[in-house]
Nanobody, 113 residues
Framework: QVQVVESGGGSVQAGESLRLSCAGSGRSFSRSRIGWFRQAPGKERELVAAISWIQTAYADSVKDRFIISRDSGQNIVFLQMNNLKPEDTAVYYC????????WGPGTQVTVSS
């Protein structure tokens, strides 16, 4: 089972950047496809980026602005978020993709215009 702790969120102005970190534990973390998800108030949780051993994938809304990467030696998956927009405001979570039923606490990202 994948266990994760997210960090790196904060409050920024539009156009600025943040880097989120997902520290994983459990034997399967390094072998799992890991996704960054987000949930904005009143909206469904959505997958924004995912990384397997050799492939990455992005939602259209973040393509060319967000970069997902992993440091397999330290079991960390990063989400570099550039040119942030107010619509990126959400709680960001990481989980396996497809997600397991339990979620970490998430990290809040707030982007003001």
């Amino acid at each position: 089972q994948v266990q994760v702790v997210e960090s790196g969120g904060g409050s920024v102005q539009a156009g600025e950047s943040l880097r989120l970190s997902c520290a994983g534990s459990g034997r399967s973390f390094s072998r799992s496809r890991i996704g960054w998800f987000r949930q904005a108030p009143g909206k469904e949780r959505e997958l924004v980026a995912a990384i397997s051993w050799i492939q990455t994938a992005y939602a259209d809304s973040v393509k060319d602005r967000f970069i997902i990467s992993r440091d397999s030696g330290q079991n960390i998956v990063f989400l570099q978020m550039n040119n942030l927009k107010p619509e990126d405001t959400a709680v960001y979570y990481c989980n396996s993709d497809p997600p397991q039923p339990s979620w970490g606490p998430g990290t809040q990202v707030t982007v003001s215009s």
